[in-house]
């Protein structure tokens, strides 16, 4: 059974540009997770799909990031414009409701570097 | 890896001792509790979990230990192994996320 995959694994862009992060959950896991971890910081939650409908969005830092979840499969992380203090790890997580333990299976991340 | 500039607390073991890392957490209403280990380049890879109405759980070479009353968790590694080096989160589930704390670097040395 594949992993969750997350695309691309590393991205440097220069402030003010646009980055667009994929995360690809466990085939038929309906919960999806971002997290992110800044430099110096504890990893923190960002927001929480199930399915296509974001459940809780308390994480997300400003309205320049965007996240969506289109047919309920994978899922997508917008940062537009980006600023210096975006850059970190980019986890994605997923999780089976119902499964008999609350494991949320992690993606490797993708590193963001603003510059 | 993501851990460069992180300043964690760190744990240097030697390889077959047991090793016993702490974390405290801040929500007393928290459903779970989790243990993840992070290896260089990789995501959080779970461990062990625990549930908030236990106090003790045992998996293969690791115990988690909960203490409600101050609100301490502990992963306990026996025999430690050089595969076993790598950052160990604590993490409670609320609202459905994972609120996790700062992370303890675990060194295995021969």
């Known amino acids: 059974e594949a992993g969750v995959t997350q695309f691309p694994s590393h991205s440097v862009i220069e402030k003010g540009q646009t980055v667009t992060l994929r995360c690809d959950p466990i085939s038929g896991h309906d919960n999806l997770y971002w997290y992110r971890r800044v430099m110096g910081k504890e990893i923190k939650f960002l927001l929480h799909f199930v399915k296509e409908s974001k459940q809780d969005e308390s994480g997300m830092p400003n309205n320049r990031f965007l996240a969506e979840r289109t047919g309920g499969t994978y899922s997508t992380l917008k940062v537009q414009p980006a600023e210096l203090e975006d850059s970190g790890v980019y986890f994605c997580?997923?999780?089976?409701?119902?499964?008999?333990?609350?494991?949320?299976?992690f993606g490797p991340g993708t590193r963001l570097t603003v510059t | 890896g993501e851990s460069v500039g992180l300043h964690l607390p760190t744990l240097s073991v030697q390889e077959g001792d047991n090793s016993i890392i702490n974390c405290a957490y801040s929500?007393?209403?928290?459903?779970?509790f989790i243990w993840y280990k992070q290896e260089s380049g990789k995501g959080p890879q779970f461990i062990i979990d625990i549930r908030s109405n236990m106090d003790k759980r045992q998996g293969q070479r690791v115990t988690v230990l909960l203490n409600k009353t101050v609100k301490h968790l502990s992963l306990q590694i026996a025999a430690t192994q050089p595969g076993d080096s790598a950052v160990y989160f604590c993490?409670?589930?609320?609202?459905?996320?994972?609120?996790f704390g700062t992370g303890t670097r675990l060194q295995v040395f021969p």
């Open positions: 993490a409670e589930t609320y609202t459905d996320k994972l609120i």
């Open positions: 997580a997923s999780r089976l409701t119902g499964a008999a333990s609350y494991e949320q299976y």
């Open positions: 929500n007393s209403a928290s459903d779970y």
